[in-house]
Every structure is written in structure tokens, then in C-alpha cells.
């Protein structure tokens, strides 16, 4: 198991983040360490530090988070070949808009409605709806992604379940960025010329929502297959955050797949 080591306790000399609705209301708020991860190797021993504590990894917990990845990973492997493969050379940015003008597909990376963003690319058939998030690199930064896919999922889950304005409002955003300098915005906002808003909203109604995390391996050698060799990926934090991920999605009652692409 870990062993907590410390809890920093600076907070009182330290800023608070908060965020806010459409309303300027208030929704939640969160410590400067809160929003810091770090993971390193003293004295030949690896340590990370994630929601404000530094935590020593024992060699019994990479074993058993190790495991943990793997079963998972060969269980939810998404198996729909919907994706395109990712050329090295681009970022996560130029990969997303590989998919612009492409059929039942809408990119949505920089759509921030009430700044929280859907997903990178959505995509459908006529059973699922696939929220499909791209990650290059499976390091400390998945923290990120996967708190992002948190979040995105519990809203879209509670809106589901109400009266879709989020949904509404994932739309919106798209169709106001038609005519925006950044060329990108603009490719990303015409999209709502092809998919009316009635169709968007539509999408909704009956199709099993399924989130997929879509990682590409920036490995130097760039062999290594996430399925069969998660050991060789060394990062601590991405598995953590994966393994928190995926408890979370299960206890949203939502699908959560993962791909390397």
C-alpha cells in the first residue's frame, strides 16, 4: 500500500481558485495544492504528491496498480474502429481536426461551455454515442484528463437526467464560433451547418453514452502496447488517475473504454 508521508500546510499564505456559472454564481472552489502533482525518485525510492499530500510508493502497490491497469484496459479496450492513427509529428490539436467534415462525427476540442469541455471528438452509430477524449503521452498530465473526463461525464450524466440546457448550451458554443478569426474555431463552428440543432439534441435520446480516453504512446521507441506492457509505462500518476477514473465512471453507471491509437 502507499504511506502517506506529510500533509503541506501552507494553505492560509496560499491562493484559492474559484469558479463560477454563466450566473457568477459561485459553484466550487479549490486550494493552490490542490491543483499540483508531482512525482519523483529520492534516495532510490519514488514518491508523488497528488490532492495535497506526498505519498511513498511501495513496490506491493506498483504491483497491484499494475495489475489493476491491465485488467482493466483488456476489459474496456475499445474495439470500434472508429479512430484515425496519429502521426507523431502533430499535436493533440491538429490530430482533432483530422476529423472535421468527417460523417457522424463533430469536434469539440476548445468548446468550453460553462468551461468544462464535452470531449476532443464526437463521434456516433446508430446504437452508441462515443465522447471520445486524445491524450498524447500516458504521463503525470492524464491527471488532468481524467479529472477532465470526470467532470464532463457527471454533467452530462445530471443533464441527461433534466432538461439538457447543457446539452443545448454544447451546441451553442459550436455554432458561435462561425466566423472566427482562429480558422480552426471557425472549421469547428461550421460543422453546425451539416448537424441542425434539433438533430444535436436528438443524438441524445436514445444512444448508449460511452466515453473513451484515447492516448497515443510518445515513447522514443514506440513499441509499446498499453494492453500487454503497462509496467513499461512508467508513470505512477497516470495510473493512479486511471484507476480513480475508472471507480468513478462505474459508480456514474456510464462506459468508459480505452484506446491506444
Wanted: charged share 25%; aromatic share 16%.
Amino acid at each position: 500500500a502507499t504511506t502517506e508521508i506529510y500533509t503541506l500546510s501552507l494553505h492560509d499564505a496560499l491562493p484559492i481558485f474559484y469558479a463560477y456559472d454563466d450566473d457568477h454564481i459561485e459553484k466550487c472552489h479549490s486550494s493552490f495544492f490542490s491543483h499540483i502533482f508531482y512525482h519523483c525518485l529520492f534516495e532510490n525510492r519514488e514518491y508523488f504528491f497528488i490532492d495535497n499530500n506526498w505519498f511513498k510508493i511501495e513496490d506491493s502497490f506498483l504491483s497491484e496498480l499494475n495489475l489493476f491497469c491491465e485488467k482493466f484496459i483488456n476489459s474496456n479496450y475499445h474495439s470500434v474502429n472508429n479512430l484515425k492513427k496519429w502521426n507523431f509529428d502533430l499535436d493533440e490539436n491538429q490530430y482533432n481536426a483530422l476529423y472535421i467534415g468527417d460523417d457522424n462525427t463533430i469536434v469539440m476540442d476548445r468548446i468550453l461551455p460553462n468551461f468544462i469541455e464535452p470531449c476532443d471528438i464526437l463521434k456516433w452509430d446508430h446504437e452508441n454515442l462515443y465522447f471520445i477524449h486524445v491524450k498524447k503521452g500516458f504521463g503525470n498530465t492524464m491527471r488532468d484528463l481524467c479529472s477532465q473526463i470526470s467532470i464532463a461525464a457527471r454533467r452530462i450524466l445530471i443533464d441527461l437526467k433534466s432538461d439538457k440546457k447543457f446539452i443545448a448550451k454544447i451546441y451553442d458554443f459550436l455554432r458561435q464560433k462561425i466566423g472566427s478569426p482562429d480558422s480552426y474555431l471557425n472549421e469547428v463552428g461550421n460543422q453546425t451547418i451539416k448537424y441542425k440543432r434539433d438533430f444535436f439534441l436528438d443524438l441524445f435520446n436514445s444512444r448508449k453514452i460511452i466515453f473513451i480516453l484515447a492516448v497515443l504512446d510518445t515513447a522514443s521507441s514506440g513499441d509499446r502496447d498499453i494492453k500487454t506492457q503497462i509496467q513499461n509505462f512508467k508513470s505512477t500518476i497516470a495510473k493512479f488517475a486511471l484507476r480513480m477514473l475508472s471507480i468513478e465512471m462505474k459508480s456514474f453507471d456510464i462506459p468508459f473504454e480505452i484506446i491506444q491509437i
